[in-house]
């Protein structure tokens, strides 16, 4: 790395970035945790215990929680399904102010082993130098903001990570511990769902089965003992929340409907300063104004073209690498659908981990979006900038997605038109 000290210069000056941003974020956790994203699910869960339905929020239950269960305000709406709030259930046998201390500690023992589990991937062995780098992994800006607002985020990397594990594993890996943790993401962001392809590309279909059951059993329980909230959610609550976030652009959406949306059409935003009570507003007006549709068509266009790519790329790959095919396909989910804010790129960690432990290129690749993710946690300074400056530049965690992505596409490609070992043998012994 001799030859190129401006990367760790880089490195260092994006890890400055996300230490200084945590630093400034340290406040939300004392004298207890805000985690004002915990805060809808914890209601959530609530209004199923009391029979009422959180879509949306119930002004009684609202009332209760604050009176009696320590609840700073109404919170977010609540954006997962009726699952994801019978699985927080157990937490409301504590007062809001313990409960989301206890979500939090939780969540930073996903991000602990996460840690752990990354950095042998990208080749470090001793537990002195894992555990020394352990700041870089919990100050990493989106996981960071996943742990300030209580985002379940964080339970989509444990996701991402145990199933590129058990996929890399072969056929022989006990699949439970993946399966079990994709429920939980399906659960609370509904998305993971298309990682189920990546058992289908490997043709592990016992496990994909298993998947499969277990989606159809946990929704379908819910379903039957909350049939009214079940079908509120799935026919009236979900639908309009999609026509929202496709026509609401918001500032922090890092789709790539949502980026084309920013930089195609006029339009005024606000967005909170240093404290999540200050407003910023800001309009950006555009020479140009793209139809919703055009927008939608543009995006899905280069997802096409993306998705060729990647797909080439798996199959001349020939299964040398799943989980590099399954860091690339999270990666891919993240640019399909609208409302992907920043904290959802916590699962990209385990990319950059693969992409650094292949040095060379590939580790050059790995810094640069490690500095594209630290940029992406300033946007609301950059949305302060004016034409075009602003736009582009609060697109910078989809370059970091598209960096980490192609890089891996890179990679697998070559990896595929290497000679296997044994082809390798018989070459020398020829």
């Not at 145990?162 to 594993?169: D, E, N, S, V, W």
């Not at 003992?225 to 799935?234: D, I, K, M, Q, V």
């Not at 790129?345 to 292949?358: E, K, S, T």
């Not at 979006?369 to 946007?379: T, V, Y």
């Amino acid at each position: 790395m001799r030859e190129h000290r401006w990367l760790w210069w880089l490195f260092f000056a994006a890890a400055a970035i996300n230490l200084g941003t945590a630093a400034l974020r340290l406040h939300s956790f004392f004298p207890t945790p805000q985690a004002v994203d915990f805060a809808s699910y914890y209601a959530g869960a609530w209004s199923l215990r009391l029979g009422a339905s959180p879509y949306p929020w119930s002004d009684e239950v609202m009332r209760l929680l604050i009176r009696d269960q320590g609840l700073g305000g109404v919170p977010p709406i609540l954006n997962s399904p009726p699952l994801w709030a019978w699985l927080l259930v157990p937490f409301t046998a504590l007062p809001f102010p313990a409960a989301a201390t206890v979500w939090v500690l939780c969540l930073l023992a996903v991000v602990a082993f996460c840690h752990a589990r990354i950095m042998r991937d990208a080749g470090y062995r001793g537990a002195v130098g894992i555990w020394l780098a352990f700041p870089i992994t919990l100050t990493f800006g989106p996981v960071f903001l996943s742990l300030t607002l209580g985002q379940s985020s964080v339970l989509l990397l444990w996701s991402t990570v145990l199933l590129a594990a058990a996929l890399k594993r072969g056929p022989a890996a006990r699949p439970w511990p993946a399966l079990l943790s994709w429920i939980v993401a399906v659960a609370s962001k509904l998305y993971p769902g298309l990682w189920l392809a990546s058992l289908l590309m490997f043709r592990r279909w016992i496990a994909a089965a298993l998947a499969l059951a277990l989606v159809c059993a946990t929704f379908g329980a819910v379903a039957l003992l909350e049939p009214e909230t079940n079908a509120r959610y799935w026919s009236d609550f979900l639908p309009g929340q999609s026509r929202h976030f496709t026509t609401a652009v918001g500032i922090d959406d890092q789709s790539l409907a949502g980026f084309v949306g920013r930089v195609g059409t006029s339009q005024t935003y606000v967005f909170p300063g240093l404290s999540l009570q200050d407003r910023h507003e800001t309009t950006w007006a555009w020479p140009w104004n793209l139809s919703a549709t055009s927008v939608l068509n543009t995006a899905a266009a280069v997802q096409l073209l993306l998705g060729a790519v990647l797909l080439g790329a798996w199959v001349r790959n020939r299964g040398r690498d799943p989980d590099a095919v399954v860091y690339c396909l999270v990666l891919f989910s993240l640019l399909l659908l609208p409302h992907m804010d920043r904290y959802n790129h916590a699962v990209a960690l385990p990319a950059i981990g693969f992409l650094w432990g292949r040095q060379g290129s590939y580790r050059q690749l790995a810094v640069l979006a490690f500095a594209l993710f630290g940029l992406s946690r300033l946007n609301h300074l950059w949305a302060l900038l004016p034409l075009p400056a602003g736009p582009l530049a609060s697109g910078f965690g989809l370059y970091a997605v598209l960096t980490l992505m192609l890089g891996l596409a890179v990679y697998l490609w070559r990896a595929g038109a290497a000679p296997t070992p044994s082809a390798a043998r018989s070459s020398a012994g020829g």
